[in-house]
């Protein structure tokens, strides 16, 4: 039998994004979430990313030049998740957020993880988070994994920013 499990170390490497305005989401990408702009193709692309890695984030016009978002109840992305390593650096980039007047659509302790989630600007869901150690995932009496929804403390999270 062959075996089809995918590479334990395997990771999504980046997300390409149909945008309404590239001016527009280039300046939400790397004003607000602090990406830095890689490469630009004219008016028609972008590539932003954290740490000069080539690109996490690629923004395009191609097929969505003066569109508008999907409305809800249709299929598509939910959200795109962007990890942060600690607990500081979520509640840095949180307050960023915040700070640039970003609504925010929810926040949730998930046990294994603390997440905060909103949209940009062409509706696009995002997530940002901070997963906690493995050996502080909750479980239940068999060992396995027991995820929660909890209501996460954002004054708690903020006053823990970098």
Request: glycine share 10%.
């Amino acid at each position: 039998m062959v075996d089809y499990s995918t590479h334990p170390e395997t990771r999504i490497g980046h997300i390409h994004l149909k945008v309404a305005d590239l001016e527009r989401a280039i300046a939400f990408y790397r004003d607000v979430m602090g990406f830095a702009l890689q490469q630009r193709y004219g008016d028609q692309a972008a590539f932003l990313a954290a740490g000069g890695y080539h690109h996490h984030i690629g923004l395009n016009t191609w097929e969505s030049r003066g569109g508008v978002a999907a409305p809800h109840g249709h299929t598509g992305l939910y959200h795109t998740a962007f990890l942060y390593p600690d607990r500081a650096s979520l509640g840095a980039a949180l307050a960023q957020v915040l700070e640039a007047g970003v609504e925010l659509d929810g926040a949730a302790d998930h046990g294994v993880s603390e997440a905060v989630y909103f949209r940009d600007p062409d509706g696009n869901g995002i997530e940002i988070y901070r997963d906690r150690a493995p050996e502080d995932w909750p479980r239940n009496a068999e060992g396995q994994l027991e995820m929660v929804n909890k209501r996460l403390d954002l004054n708690a999270l903020l006053a823990e920013a970098r």
